[in-house]
């Protein structure tokens, strides 16, 4: 994938997104730090950066098969985890300390069994993730914040303050802020980064040491500045979905002449468009409010789907997009229900959608060209009056 | 995504059904399904003579009809009722005298009726992907084209999977459902005592949203008066499910789990009619057994193969498939997943201890929410309890195409067979709709396996 960026951080972002475990984690582990692996962006994740430790999101780039974990799975289960549980068995995931999962969709669930089962990672936890997006919620997921605090301090013998909290917290705002700012470049008719670039700079920051990417973003950010715009696309899309961290996918749109300008995807906008608020006097209830309201959610949190909506139409506003292509990995039922809402909702609102089913290895790209060429088409020259639809 | 499906409900948002309108139409389909029901009635009393067991089924189809009328009753004139689910502690809308009716009802009761086929393609043609179950997107599909009586509160599921809780979230999205007020308990993912106390406190917000919106409430003592009346059935079924044990067992998939599950939990929990229901199953049950009557009573016929089929029946298309395995291979259903879980007593000493004990049997014990809402250790726990209590000889885990939470359990479940020593058969289909795999391929499937293992 070409890129007119000339940057070193840039570079170290596309390759901590190209591979699992990168240099800047083998940095880390040579150090003597840790790392854990988690699961799905409701993991609160500054408890780890408070104890110390590295956090990396799960995922399973570089799969090629599961031939070992379809002794776990059926082919009726979400490729992602299939593929992740996969590299797992293959011992790529050796790196890893500890392993947090949530009760976030069917089939990542049973990472957690199936992983406890056959695999010797030091410290294995599943969190228990609400449904709704009230009070009783909060306080329950602050309850579960809790809980995880005092095993990961027993199992790593390390003590988490407040004070540490606080300082994670502010750590993982800042990170957050960097990267809407990252993102508002694209806001411009001809951006200096693409959808693929943009992916990779959010990718590399579920994988690298939060304090050390902070410091690769300023680097890039500043990189950024001479960089010239992109022009020659005929229109500009956004993405709605869910797990998706590979930039070919976003590459092939791309390529059909479709600029991918932002996003509401769980490698993207929901990670950083909201802070986690500063101003509550315990950070754990900072957390609970964030990671189950304050946050733009995704559809297993129900309740939320017209906040959702609200999300994608201020994104789709803000970066004057075209149309939106919602993503689904196969077999995924709540982003297939959310899509069908997603095209309803959007279709009352005038703006085009464009529904794509995909594996998480991405295969049949002719196909996905012909379709999001199609799609193109129809967008071409429409134009939407934001003005008049948000 | 076809450009029909969003034609057909674009085309239905154009001329937006009036609520009479829509209240005509949903009827109306209610009205299709209860005279369906009406149908299998007037059928099964012809069969009363074969056997007392035809005479529960009468029984049963008495209780849902009625349960019918008192809904479409509500709809004309005017009453209060609720559309909600099995494990949302039905006594209390039972203490509270407020009628209601199950979301999923026409999957998980009507899978036989000759309009399931044509909704399950229309489901689809309005633009749900065809991998998400089939029993939520026949809901979505009612719900989306103005078919399922508009309640006055709605209870909404959010497990045991990823498919209900969407469901719900139509049911919100949805234009003429968007006023419905609706309350769903947050289902822990946890077992513990924490979680069955958080799960008391949502059912409390859940009893208090009724009474805000239909001003029906409950006074202590009727609640334990249906909690105590819904202890006796479950007694009883503990009784049954005893009888169950015994070689032959005293009956196969026609009766048991199944029915023992809609009287109890979805027409009429905690109502002396349940409890009687219960009596005759284990008086017919007893009989059978002193006898040494099996599944099939006839003299040429003997139950070689027990199994324990751990999901919902294949109500869709059961008669084409498990008579054939009682004649081909004496396999007798022992057990399924419907009909075997620990039944906690309510605690009917006070008003908490009765939440309490609501919310264990909710949460902890109501089939398929016990075993697939929290950690595959609930599958593999249910496994080897009934497998040891059952002597069975054999697990079939259907593999039904909406149970991605059991499919990504396959590993374990086979595992824990292996450790028992009992065969374990994954099919791979879809309860509710039989072209999704063929019954003459389940067939072959079943039959290889069972001659594979040495047991035909
Ligand atoms: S894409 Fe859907 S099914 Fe797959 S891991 Fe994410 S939420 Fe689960
Ligand atoms: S997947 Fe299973 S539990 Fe979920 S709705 Fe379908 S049948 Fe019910």
Known sequence: METNIESEAYQTFVEATQTLNNTELKNWKRDGGKVVGYFCSTVPEEVFTAAGLAPFRMRATGSTNTELSDACFSNINCSFPRHAMNLALEGEFDFLDGMVCLNSCDHVRRIYDNWIRNLDTHFVKVMSLPRKVEQPQIEWYDDEIKILIKDVEESFDVEITQEKLNDAIKLHNEVRELQKEVFRLRTVENPPLNGVEALNVIVAGTAIPKARYKVLLEQFLKDMEGVKGKGGHRVRVMIVGGELDDPEFINVIENEGALVVTDSTCFGTRLFWRPVSESYDDPVTALANYYIFDRPSCPRMTGDQERRMDFTLEMAKEFKVDGVIGERLLFCDQWSVEHYMNNNDLKKAGIPFLQIDREYILSGKGQLSTRVQAFIETLEGKGIKYEEVV | ?456
Request: hydrophobic residues 40%; proline residues 5%.
């Open chain 2, 1 to 456: 995504m076809t450009t029909e499906a969003n034609t057909a409900v674009e085309e239905q948002e154009a001329k937006p059904l009036t609520t009479e309108e829509a209240k005509e139409r949903a009827l109306a389909r209610y009205k299709v399904e209860r005279d369906y029901f009406t149908e299998n009635r007037e059928a099964a009393k012809l069969m009363v003579e074969i056997g007392p067991e035809w005479q529960l089924q009468v029984q049963l189809l008495d209780i849902m009809l009625d349960a019918k009328e008192v809904i479409i009753d509500c709809v004309e004139n005017d009453k209060p009722f609720i559309a909600g689910y099995f494990c949302n502690a039905p006594e209390l809308f039972h203490a509270m005298d407020l009628p209601w009716y199950m979301i999923m009802e026409t999957p998980f009761l009507a899978a036989s009726a000759p309009y399931l086929e044509g909704d399950t393609d229309a489901s689809v043609e309005i633009g749900m992907s065809q991998d998400l179950c089939t029993a939520i997107r026949l809901p979505i599909y009612y719900i989306e084209t103005g078919q399922m009586p508009l309640p006055t509160v709605a209870i909404g599921l959010l497990t045991p999977c990823d498919g209900t809780p969407m469901l719900e979230q139509v049911i919100q999205h949805n234009s003429a459902w968007k006023d419905v007020p609706i309350y769903s308990c947050d289902p822990p993912y946890t077992s513990d005592e924490r979680a069955v106390n958080y799960y008391a406190e949502e059912l409390h917000r859940m009893a208090d949203h009724i009474t805000e919106h239909t001003k029906h409430t409950y006074s202590v003592d009727r609640l334990r008066e249906v909690c105590e009346e819904s202890n006796k059935t479950y007694s009883l079924w503990q009784e049954y499910n005893e009888l169950r044990r015994n070689v032959p067992c005293p009956h196969g998939w026609e009766i048991g789990g199944a029915q023992a599950f809609a009287i109890s939990q979805c027409f009429v929990a905690g109502d002396p009619r349940c409890t009687a229901w219960f009596e005759k199953l284990l008086e017919v049950g007893e009989e059978r057994v002193a006898k040494g009557i099996g599944a099939i009573d006839r003299p040429d016929w003997e139950e070689k193969i027990r199994i324990f089929w751990f999901d919902i029946m294949p109500y869709g298309w059961v008669f084409e498939f498990m008579p054939w395995m009682e004649e081909e291979f004496g396999a007798v259903v022992v057990m399924d997943m419907f009909g075997n879980f620990p039944y906690t007593m309510i605690d009917t000493t006070s008003e908490e201890t009765m939440y309490h004990s609501l919310a264990k049997r909710n949460l902890l014990d109501a089939p398929m929410i016990r075993q697939a809402r929290g950690t595959a250790e609930n599958f593999a726990g249910d496994i080897r309890r009934i497998v040891e209590d059952y002597k069975i000889d054999v697990v079939v885990w259907p593999g039904h195409m909406g149970h991605k939470d059991g499919a990504a359990t396959v590993g374990i479940m086979r595992d824990t067979c292996r450790d028992l020593g009992v065969p374990f058969l994954h099919v791979g289909l879809d309860l509710y709709d039989k072209r999704y795999t063929s019954v003459e391929e389940v067939k072959e499937q079943t039959a290889d396996f069972f001659r594979g293992m040495g047991l035909a």
